[in-house]
Every structure is written in structure tokens, then in C-alpha cells.
């Protein structure tokens, strides 16, 4: 069987979806990377630039402030871009609020990595490089959709997200951004049974590979 490559926010697409629903998301990767017209990944990319540039230049609200009016601009004259400037100023207003919960903050560029459990290989790029006000090297996760994540359905990506990062040599502490709630968003307590969130980790790695393959035999 070949290798079957996705990336992060497929897997955190994949746990956050109830019951027999999460049975679509193979299927809506697949025809997405099947598909050499579609780049929906470049939906967020200006957005995420804006926010990278506005941390790192201590100049966040003013970024993105840019990032909605251009967003505005393409929703008049892309179709692809429809509803995307919506997306955009609820993704300022959280990010605005994140940056007042954690204050001045380093940014770097974040190295990218990857997961893998048999067939399936999982591209892990972390969207920054954070130094906290208290030192701590954080690699940060913009999760941009907006259904709101929890710490159950945070927890295999951060599994994931440590594996892969600590194999190409970076020690950075993963952390996913929920960006729309405002909050701080989610990482790894010492209190998490990491034996059990391995397994778990595992066996939906398992679950998406089995599902990709039956959309492929279908």
C-alpha cells in the first residue's frame, strides 16, 4: 500500500468530528488532493502572515486590520474568497485577545516535521516559534476553523505535534492556539497519561488510514 500524506489540520478535522461523520473527512481530503485546481489550505495564508508579522513586529491589530480589508477586497471579486473576510475579523478578534493574555512575545520561524504510523504520513508545520515573557520556547499551532476544539480533541494533535518536533531536535513545547475562542488554547499537562494518549493517538491513525482506504477502493 502506498503512503498516504496529510497534514495536521486533516488530523484535527478527523478527531474533532463526531461518530460516523468522520468517515467524510478521507473522503473530502482525498477529492481536495486529488483535485490540482483546489488550494483551499491558501484560504488562511494571508491571515496567518498577519499575524506572524504583527507579533513579530509588535504591531498585531494593524496587520490584521490590512489582512480583513484586503479579504474584503478579494470577497468582491474571487468567489473563492466569498465569506472570507467574515472568517478574517473573527480570527482578529481572537487573536487580538490572545495576544493581551500572553503579552509581548519573540517570534521565530517554526520548523516543520513529520509523523508516522504505518501508511500514514503526517506533515506537522507549526505556524510559530514563540517565546513566552517567562522564557518558555513554545511552537504554536494556529487552529483557525471555527469549531471550537477542547482538550480531548487537542490532545492527539499535540501528541503528534511533540513526536515530530522532537525527532528533527527541536524541544519547543507544542501548543495549539484555538485562535477564534481568544483563548490560550491547549497543550500537554504533566497530569495526561501520555502511555494512554499514545495508544489513542495510534489507534485514530489506524481509523483514518482504514477509512482513506476504503473511500480508494470504493
Keep these: 500500500m502506498s503512503e498516504i500524506k496529510?497534514?495536521?489540520?486533516?488530523?484535527?478535522?478527523?478527531?474533532?468530528?463526531?461518530?460516523?461523520?468522520?468517515?467524510?473527512?478521507p473522503v473530502q481530503l482525498r477529492a481536495m488532493y486529488e483535485d490540482p485546481t483546489r488550494h483551499p489550505w491558501r484560504?488562511?495564508?494571508?491571515?496567518?502572515?498577519?499575524?506572524?508579522?504583527?507579533?513579530?513586529?509588535d504591531r498585531l491589530r494593524y496587520e490584521l486590520d490590512v489582512a480583513v480589508t484586503r479579504a474584503q477586497d478579494r470577497s468582491?471579486?474571487?468567489?473563492?474568497?466569498?465569506?472570507?473576510?467574515?472568517?478574517?475579523?473573527e480570527i482578529q478578534e481572537g487573536?487580538?485577545?490572545?495576544?493581551?493574555?500572553?503579552?509581548?512575545?519573540?517570534?521565530?520561524?517554526?520548523?516543520?516535521?513529520?509523523?508516522?504510523?504505518?501508511?500514514?504520513?503526517?506533515?506537522?508545520?507549526?505556524?510559530?516559534?514563540?517565546?513566552?515573557?517567562?522564557?518558555?520556547?513554545?511552537?504554536?499551532?494556529?487552529?483557525?476553523?471555527?469549531?471550537?476544539?477542547?482538550?480531548?480533541?487537542?490532545d492527539g494533535a499535540l501528541v503528534i505535534m511533540g513526536e515530530a518536533l522532537r525527532a528533527i531536535g527541536c524541544d519547543a513545547t507544542p501548543r495549539i492556539i484555538d485562535v477564534r475562542s481568544g483563548t490560550t488554547g491547549f497543550a500537554l499537562s504533566r497530569t495526561r497519561d501520555v502511555r494512554m494518549l499514545n495508544a489513542y493517538v495510534r489507534s485514530e491513525a489506524e481509523a483514518f488510514t482504514s477509512l482513506w482506504e476504503a473511500r480508494a477502493a470504493a
Design 6 to 25: 496529510t497534514s495536521l489540520p486533516s488530523i484535527i478535522a478527523f478527531i474533532s468530528t463526531p461518530g460516523a461523520q468522520r468517515g467524510r473527512v
Design 43 to 57: 484560504y488562511y495564508d494571508p491571515i496567518v502572515t498577519a499575524i506572524a508579522t504583527g507579533l513579530r513586529r
Design 76 to 89: 468582491e471579486t474571487d468567489r473563492r474568497c466569498r465569506g472570507q473576510a467574515t472568517h478574517y475579523a
Design 95 to 154: 487573536m487580538l485577545a490572545v495576544r493581551r493574555r500572553v503579552g509581548p512575545v519573540n517570534v521565530f520561524a517554526a520548523p516543520t516535521g513529520a509523523w508516522r504510523h504505518g501508511n500514514l504520513r503526517v506533515t506537522v508545520s507549526p505556524h510559530l516559534l514563540v517565546e513566552r515573557r517567562n522564557g518558555l520556547l513554545e511552537a504554536w499551532f494556529l487552529h483557525l476553523k471555527a469549531n471550537r476544539l477542547t482538550q480531548s480533541t487537542a
